[in-house]
């Protein structure tokens, strides 16, 4: 299976991306650029990495050999970036997203995204408007964000008259943010499920393997399918060759409607609910 047999979103520009993609929260050194050489070679074309992570410039280094020996071209990679609150604000975007870019060894971004809102900062607004000047100069393709709540987008909505393409929050079975994805369905943004595994925590529900059971599948196969059939996109990450292999086959998994609402029963339960930090908090006054 190649990059093009995993499903497209089409963003309110009239760009499209590959659902299903890999996160590298956290992978760094020579395990991420094995992964990611390894990736292209099963298929992924669609890549997230972000300043926080550290791991630009070895993400720029595994894409420049694969391109070098011919496995992909520029066109067939969608790579991902963010910029973090430490870089908001007019004079400090451009620092971030030239450094990044420099460390990717690219010409252009297809999407840039804001990490988090960070409402403390007060500079979210400004913050897009100055991404929205960069895509306009070539570098970005798409712009977006990520862990926005519904206020913080609407105020970036109505303040600069620009929709975000993409909306990257923590999402995962029982804590699937119905609410937050009807706004995004509203105003055409693509929800992004990071963390869509919840840390491996959902994977030993028995909904979910009761479901995996049925179709033959593993509980990571079921998840995936189950966020994509929704239209979600996905960023699991993984080191592992066979891991790679098992998430990049979910593409191809069709769940049933009994199946969705197996899973969909589990939303609001108590257990289910966020993992991480909530973007109304985070990261705090500093």
């Known amino acids: 299976m190649d990059g093009m047999s995993v499903p497209q979103t089409t963003f309110n520009d009239d760009r499209e991306m590959p659902l299903l993609g890999l996160g590298t929260y956290k992978l760094r050194g020579e395990d991420l650029t094995r992964s990611v050489r390894e990736a292209i070679e099963l298929g ?17 280094q595994a894409l420049a050999a694969a391109m070098k020996a011919g496995d992909v071209t520029r066109d067939e990679l969608f790579i991902t970036s963010k910029v973090w609150h430490d870089h908001h ?28 809102p960070w409402p403390q900062g007060g500079l979210y607004v400004e913050t897009f ?17 990520a862990n926005f709540y519904e206020e913080t987008l609407q105020e970036l909505i109505a303040k600069t008259g620009i929709a975000p393409v ?10 699937t943010q119905p609410e937050l994805r009807e706004f995004h369905d509203s105003q055409g ?15 030993n529900n028995p909904e979910v393997i009761t479901v995996a059971e049925k179709h033959e ?25 066979e891991r ?28 289910f609910g966020r993992m991480f930090k909530d973007p109304r908090e985070f990261p705090g006054a500093e």
């Open 44 to 60: 992924y074309r669609h890549f997230d990495t972000a300043t926080l992570y550290e791991n630009e410039e070895e993400l720029g």
């Open 89 to 116: 604000g007019k004079g400090k975007v451009d620092q971030a997203f030239s450094e990044s870019l420099g460390k990717l060894q690219l010409d252009y971004l297809d999407l840039y995204l804001i990490h988090w």
């Open 129 to 145: 408007e100055e991404i929205a000047r960069l895509q306009g100069m070539g570098q970005i393709a798409s712009i977006g964000v």
């Open 166 to 175: 993409l909306n990257q929050v923590e999402l995962h079975p029982g804590f």
């Open 189 to 203: 943004i693509v929800t992004e499920a990071w963390s869509p595994l919840a840390r491996g925590v959902i994977l």
């Open 217 to 241: 599948i593993t509980p990571g196969q079921t998840v995936l399918a189950y966020l994509m059939e929704k239209g979600i996109s996905v960023i699991p990450k993984s080191s592992r060759r």
């Open 244 to 271: 790679l292999e098992e998430n990049f086959a979910a593409a191809t998994v069709e769940l049933d409607h009994e199946d969705i609402a197996a899973i969909d029963s589990l939303d609001g339960k108590e257990g």
